[in-house]
């Protein structure tokens, strides 16, 4: 009988992968930062977030590139990172534009992905990616709809479920708008302020309303800086303070109500941190069978 984990076992675990994350980058010269609820969980908790089942971090496209070439080239030889699996952005298995680092031999179930049976189901660590942004808000604006329409259309591709209508609307218009055809222009927008070296910065593959999606490039500082997460430290923006009130207003230092702590997304609706996804997969690779 599979064991009911709880959420510290879960934490645990992904603290495992940020740190080899962590060992990788610093080896390759590689910068990063935790993101959103990450940066926010290590300036207010010193760790994760208590009710917080995921990690999320930054790189900009340039240190991004250069993670996604040197993990798939140097892990498979390197006995430290053999065990993860690099899902990258923009594949038919995964056609979200984040990539992740996939610990194998373990399952992570969202009910958001259940019906992509093609993507890795493990513990993860998301990696998304800060691009150079313009400061007319119009030019940010369309920059923002190009990566929108390219994430809905993503979720529509990966079989995302939603009881709205009006979002089931959305996700099959997505597979009309966003063609073959489209669908490189949408991505080749999205980058045209790269190498610019604007005064802004932006990530528009993630939940946020358009408002919080961009904030200054100074935010991010000359270097990272590291701060005490659970029992290690791990980098955030050297100016991360002003970061989270752009993100999250001047009261983010505050604990939310419960109201707020029970709508926040739920990663891992099926875990088991011994055994991996594939042992959770019926033989005609069609169905779940966790729950039978």
Same mark, same amino acid.
């Given at each position: 009988?599979?064991?009911?984990?709880?959420?510290?076992?879960?934490?645990? %675990?992904?603290?495992?992968?940020?740190?080899?994350?962590?060992?990788f %980058? /610093?080896? #390759?010269?590689?910068?990063?930062?935790? $993101?959103?609820?990450?940066?926010? !969980?290590?300036m207010?908790?010193?760790?994760?977030?208590?009710?917080?089942?995921?990690?999320?971090?930054?790189?900009t496209?340039?240190?991004? &590139?250069?993670?996604?070439k040197?993990?798939e080239?140097?892990?498979?030889?390197?006995?430290?990172?053999?065990?993860?699996?690099?899902?990258?952005e #923009?594949t038919?298995?995964?056609?979200?534009?984040?990539?992740r680092v996939c610990?194998?031999g373990?399952?992570?179930?969202s009910?958001?992905?259940?019906?992509? $049976?093609?993507?890795?189901?493990?513990?993860?660590?998301?990696? $998304?990616?800060?691009y +150079?942004?313009?400061?007319?808000? $119009?030019?940010?604006? *369309?920059?923002?709809?190009?990566?929108?329409?390219?994430?809905v259309n993503?979720?529509?591709?990966? !079989? *995302?479920? &939603?009881? +709205?209508?009006?979002?089931?609307?959305?996700l099959?218009?997505?597979?009309?708008?966003?063609n073959?055809?489209?669908r490189?222009l949408?991505?080749?927008?999205?980058? /045209?302020?790269?190498?610019? #070296?604007?005064?802004?910065?932006?990530?528009?593959? !993630?939940r946020?309303?358009?408002?919080?999606t961009?904030f200054?490039?100074?935010?991010?500082?000359?270097?990272?800086?590291?701060?005490?997460f659970?029992?290690?430290?791990?980098?955030? *923006?050297?100016?991360? @303070?002003e970061?989270?009130?752009?993100?999250?207003?001047?009261?983010?230092?505050?604990m939310?109500?419960? @109201?707020?702590?029970?709508?926040?997304?739920?990663?891992? &609706? *099926?875990?088991?941190?011994?055994?991996?996804?594939?042992?959770?997969?019926?033989?005609?690779?069609?169905?779940?069978?966790?729950? @039978?």
């Open positions: 009988m599979k064991k009911d984990y709880t959420l510290k076992e879960i934490q645990s %675990c992904i603290l495992s992968i940020i740190k080899d994350i962590d060992i %980058c /610093r080896e #390759n010269n590689i910068e990063y930062y935790l $993101m959103g609820g990450s940066a926010l !969980g290590a207010r908790h010193k760790g994760f977030i208590p009710w917080d089942d995921d990690l999320d971090i930054f790189m496209v340039d240190n991004y &590139n250069k993670f996604l040197l993990f080239e140097k892990a498979p030889t390197d006995k430290r990172f053999q065990k993860y699996f690099l899902q990258k #923009n038919k298995e995964w056609p979200l534009f984040l990539s610990l194998t373990t399952t992570m179930v009910d958001e992905f259940k019906f992509n $049976m093609k993507q890795h189901h493990t513990v993860f660590v998301d990696i $998304m990616c800060l +150079s942004a313009p400061k007319k808000d $119009m030019a940010r604006k *369309f920059q923002y709809i190009a990566a929108q329409l390219l994430r993503a979720l529509a591709l990966s !079989g *995302f479920p &939603n009881e +709205s209508l009006a979002k089931r609307v959305a099959f218009l997505s597979k009309i708008v966003v073959p055809l489209t490189p949408l991505i080749k927008y999205v980058h /045209r302020y790269e190498g610019k #070296n604007t005064e802004l910065v932006g990530h528009y593959f !993630g946020a309303r358009f408002r919080r961009s200054l490039r100074s935010y991010l500082g000359s270097k990272p800086r590291y701060v005490p659970e029992d290690t430290e791990l980098p955030v *923006f050297e100016n991360v @303070e970061y989270l009130v752009a993100r999250f207003g001047d009261k983010w230092m505050e939310p109500s419960q @109201e707020t702590k029970d709508q926040y997304p739920v990663h891992g &609706n *099926f875990v088991d941190l011994e055994k991996d996804y594939t042992e959770y997969i019926s033989l005609d690779g069609k169905h779940w069978i966790y729950g @039978e």
